[in-house]
C-alpha cells in the first residue's frame, strides 16, 4: 500500500505534507532511492546552491526533523554519508510506478509505458527514465518529436543546472541521429563491476562537466585507479587518455612518460634525463596533440611526483582549449583551476557486497556470516583493497577467525607517524599484518620480486631468488600479498599495486634495491637471449608468445638500462624486442627508441661475442630511419662503417648491404637502390637471394613497377623456406596480396591473403593481420558477396582495436565500401571523409617529410575523391579536389628527397577522374593523368579506382585520347615520366 506519494503533491497516508523545504527533502530522498543520498547532495537539493544556509548539517538536521514529524519517526534513516528512506518499494509511489514504466519500456511495450513516464519526469527524473521517454516518444510520435524532446531537456539542463545531459543520453541522442564513435586509450576492460561507487561516478562526473581539472583524493586501497577507469570510460569527450605513472619514479621522467603514453614524437627517455629545455619542448608538443577536440586526459596515481603533475596540468589547462584533467593521488594537486573530491569509504552495505564476492571467489561455498562480514567491513574502515585481502582469507580460517586477528591490527601500528591519516594506518595494517606473518624468506622473496611491475612466473622468481623459491611464493599467496593468473603460457604471479609499492618501501629499507635490480636486469638479459635465439627458427611462434607475455617487463628493464647507459644489456634486451615488435608491426617502438640507442653506441666499442648482435640493431634502426625519411640514418651509418657490416649471418649481412644502399640512396649519392639489390640476387645462397628479391619486390613497387614488384616477390617466395618460421612466407604471402590488389587483380591477392592471415593472427602481427584480411573484404564486396563481406568485416572490427598504425583507416575503408555496394552511398561518402580525417590526425615517429604530403594521408584523399567523383552529387568532395591540386605541384617537385610514384599515382588518378567526370579540368590534361597514374603504378585495391572503369570513363568522355597519350608516352614509367607529370601539373595550375 502507497503511503509516501510524490508525483503529483507531496503526501504521507493520504494527507497534504505541509512546509516546502520539507516536501523538497522527500522528493530529493524518493529520487535518490533505497541507498540514500549524502548531506551535500541534500542540502543541495533542498536550498539551491544559491542559498545554502551558514551550517548545512545543522539545518539539514531541522528539515529532517520535521519530515521525521510529517511522516513517522523511523521513515527517514541515518546513513555514514547523510539519509535515506526507511521504506518499502511499495510504500512510495514513485518507486512501484518507476519499475513498471520501465519494464515496459524494456520489453517495448512504448504505447503503455509512456503515460507513466511522462507522470516520472515531474520528479526530476535519473537518465533511465529520461531515456526510456526517449525511446518510448521516438516509437510513439516518431524520431524528431524525441530529438525535439531531448532538444527541450538538453536546453533546460543548461540553462537551469549550466550542465549537459549524461553521456548516456547524449549516447541515445547519437543513436537517433545515426552518429559514431569515441576514441579512448589505455583503458582497462576489467571482468568485475565495480561496487558501490556509482554514487561517487556520478559526482566526479558532474564536476569534470563545470570544472577543468578535477583530483580523486584518498589514501591508497580506496579504488581511485577504478573509480577513475569507470569514469574515463562512460566520458562524454570524443578523445580520451588514460596514462598510469605508477612506473614513473623521478619528476623529471613526467612529461617523457605522459608524452610517451600519448604517442609523442621525441618523447622517449633518452639515456640521460630530458634536459628542462627538451622537457619544455616536449610539453608543448603535448599540448599540441591534445589540442583540437575535447579531450579528456587521466593522470593516474600522482602522489609520488605532485609537484611535477601539477605543473604539467596547470600548463595544459592554461595553454589546450578543450582539455579536462581528471588526476588521481594522495595529495591535492594544490593549483588554482582544481576541484578536488575525496574519496570516501565503502558503506557498510557495499564493502560486505564486495567482501562477500571475493570470498565466494575464493572458497566457493563458503558459510559468510552476515553480523560478522559487517563487522569486519566496519572495522577495516571500509577500504576496499584491506575488504579484499581480508575476505581472501577465508582459503584458510573462517570469518570469525578473521574478526578475531583484527584484534592485534592496532597493535602492528603502535609507534607509527602519528601525524599520518586514520585510513593511511589502517590501510598499512592490513598489508602489514601478512607481512609479519612471512618468514625472512617469504619477506625477501616479496622485496625482490616487487620490481616487477607486470607481474612474473615462476621461472623468474627463481632466477631472481633461487631454486627453492616456491615454497615462499606459495605462502605469499596464501597471505594474499600475490594473486595467481592463468596466462596463456602458465601461472603468473601479480602482486596488487599497493601490496608491489609495501615491497618497494622494504627492499629499499633494506638496502637490497641495486641487488635485486642488476638480479632482474640478469634474468631480462637471459630471456630475452633465449627468445632472441628461437625467434627465426621452427619455434617462432613459442618464442613470440614468450617475449610477448614478457613485453611490459622487459620494456621497462630495456628504459632502465638506456638511462643507466648499459650498453650490453640494451643491445641483448634489444635483438630480442626489436625483432618482437618488428614482426608484431611496431615499428615505431623501434624508430622512436633510434636516438637514445645512437646515443649510447655512438662511443661504444662492442666485445667479440656481441658484434653480430650489435649489427642486428643497427640493422633494425637503420630501417625504420630509412623509410622514415632518412632522420638519425647519418649517424647511425658512422656507427656501422665502425662496427663493420660483414656480418657472420647471411640473412643479416644482406640486409645491412641494403640499409648502405639505402642510406644512399636518401643522401643522394651512391648507385640507385634497385642496383644494388640486382647485384644481390645473383649470389650463390638461397637465403641471400630471397631476402634480396623481397627487398626488391618493395623498391619496385616504391618505383611505380607492381608487376617487376609481383616478379621479385614471387621469386623471394619460391626461395623462403621456413627453416626461419613461419613469419618470412606470412609476409610475403601480405606483400603479394598488396601487390595483386593493387593491380587490381583482387582474386589472386585473396589467394595469398588467405595463406598469410592465419600465421600473422597466430604471431599477433594485428597491424599486417588488419590490413591483409580487409583485402578479403574488398573481394567478397567485388564479387558481389556482400554478406560474405559483412561476416569479413565484423571480424576485421574485433582485430582493428589491438592493430596499430596501417590498420586504422583499413577497416573504414572496408566498410565504406560495403556501404556503397548496399546502396547506402551517403553513409558510404560520408566514412571516406572520416577516413581522410583519421589518417590526417595520424603522426608517425621519426618521419621527416612534409605533413600534408605523407602518403597514408594523400592516399586517403585521393580514394575519397576518386569515389565522390562517381558517387557523389552537387559539391561533394570538392574541397578535398581543391587541396590534392594544391598538393600536386610539391609532390612532384625536384627538391623531394624521394617519391613514391604509386601514392602519386593515385593523386594522379583522382584529380583525372574529377576532371573527366565533374568536368573541372580540359579533357584532354584529365586523360593523361590518367595514363600517369597507370605509368606510375597507382594502387587499384579501392574498388572505385579500378583501371576498366577509369579505362572506360575516358573512352566515352573523350575518344581516342587515352590511345593516343599512351603511344605518346611508350613504353616508360615512374622516373621516367617524372617531366611529364610535372608538365601536366604546372599547365593545371
Known sequence: MTTLSVLDEVTWAGAPVAGERTRALLRALVEAGPRGASEAALVEEVWGRDDVPANPAKALQVVVSRARTATDSGAIERTPRGYRLNLQAGEVDAWSLRPEALRLAAEKRYAEALPLLERLLGLDPDEEVIEAVLRAVAAVHGVPAALERFETYRTGLADGLGV??????????????????PVRSGLRHDADVLIGREQDAAEVSALLKSSRVVTILGPGGLGKTSLAQVIAHDAEEPVVHFVELVGVTAPEDLVSEVGSALGVRDSVAHRDRLTP???????????????????????DNCEHIVAAVADLVAFLAATVRDLTVLTTSRSPLAIGVERVYPLGRLGTYDGSELFRRRAVAARPGVHLDEVRVDEIVTRLDGLPLAIELAAVKVRAMSVEDIARRLENRFELLRGGDRSAPDRHQTLVAVIDWSWNLLSERERRAMRWLSVFHDGFTLAAAEAMLGADTFAAIEELVDQSLLTVVEAPLGFRYRMLETVREFGRMQLIDAGEDAAARAAQRAWARDYADASAGRIYSPEQFDAMDELRAEESNLADILRQVLADDEAESVIRLFCAMGVFWTIAGEHQRVIMLAGPVADLLAEWEPPPELLEKTRLVLALLLFGAA??????????????????????????????KVMQAMAGTVAGAGRPLEDELTDLVNDPDPEVRARAYTFLSHERENLGDPEGAVAAGREALRLTGTDGGLWPQAMLHAQLSGLYAQLGRLGEAAEHAREAVPVLRRLGADDDLVQTHAILVTYAIEQGRLEEAAELLAELADEQPRGGFG????????????????????????LFREVVATMG?????????????????????????????RHGEGTDGSDLFGALMAKAPRLVSDERRSQDYPVTGMVFLALGLWGLLRDALPREESVRLVVLADRFGYSRSFLDMRWELAVADATRIAPGVL???????????????LDEARGVIARLG
Open 164 to 181: 549537459d545531459p549524461s553521456p548516456r543520453l547524449r549516447a541515445v541522442h547519437a543513436e537517433l541521429l545515426a552518429r559514431d564513435r
Open 627 to 656: 623509410v622514415t625519411g632518412g632522420s638519425g640514418l647519418e649517424r647511425l651509418m658512422t656507427i656501422l662503417d665502425r662496427v663493420g657490416a660483414e656480418a657472420a649471418d647471411p640473412q643479416l649481412r644482406v640486409m645491412l
Open 963 to 977: 590511345e593516343r597519350v599512351s603511344e605518346e608516352y611508350g613504353e616508360r614509367r615512374g622516373l621516367a615520366l
Open 277 to 299: 629545455d627538451q622537457r619544455a619542448d616536449v610539453r608543448s608538443r603535448i599540448a599540441q596533440q591534445l589540442d583540437g577536440v575535447p579531450t579528456l586526459l587521466v593522470l
Open 807 to 830: 590498420s586504422r583507416g583499413a577497416v573504414h575503408g572496408a566498410r565504406a565500401q560495403l556501404l556503397l555496394a548496399q546502396g547506402r552511398v551517403g553513409e558510404g561518402l560520408a
Open 841 to 869: 590526425e595520424l603522426p608517425f615517429p621519426g618521419f621527416t617529410d612534409d605533413p600534408d604530403l605523407v602518403p597514408w594521408r594523400v592516399a586517403a584523399e585521393a580514394v575519397t575523391v576518386a569515389t565522390c567523383a
